[in-house]
């Protein structure tokens, strides 16, 4: 099993930044890729990005690309999310999640590939 915990979200107005983080533990060496998803209240989950640990290759939904990205530290098992320039509609529970098969691309942005989950963390952006 893998625990994924993500950092605490936050307020934010909009055209700000946050950080957002989620530490792996358990039987993380299983994990090949690393996710991040959000859900907006009434909507579907849907994927934000994802980064692959061993090369650290790294893919993006396209209403995030040039604003979020995502990092990793193999050391810490962390992953990170970088956002800049939010917006309002980026407002949603972000959760971190973690896969023991390997992805590529648009491949990467099914939720069903992904063996865990974190809790998720709220973000808020005021407009």
């Known amino acids: 099993q893998v625990q994924l915990v993500e950092s605490r979200g936050g307020l934010v107005q909009a055209g700000g930044s946050l950080r957002l983080s989620c530490v792996a533990s358990?039987?993380?060496?299983?994990?090949?890729?690393m996710g991040w998803f959000r859900q907006a209240p009434g909507k579907e989950r849907e994927f934000v990005a994802a980064?692959?640990?061993?090369?650290?290759?790294?893919y993006y939904a396209d209403s995030v690309k040039d604003r979020f990205t995502i990092s990793r530290d193999n050391a810490k098992n962390t992953v990170y999310l970088q956002m800049n320039s939010l917006k309002s509609e980026d407002t949603a529970v972000y959760l971190c999640?973690?896969?023991?098969?390997?992805?590529?691309?648009?491949?990467?942005?099914?939720?069903?590939?992904?063996?865990?989950w974190g809790q998720g963390t709220q973000v808020t952006v005021s407009s």
């Open positions: 999640a973690a896969r023991d098969t390997y992805c590529v691309g648009y491949g990467c942005g099914g939720l069903s590939g992904y063996d865990y």
């Open positions: 358990g039987r993380t060496f299983s994990s090949t890729v």
């Open positions: 980064i692959t640990w061993n090369r650290g290759y790294s």
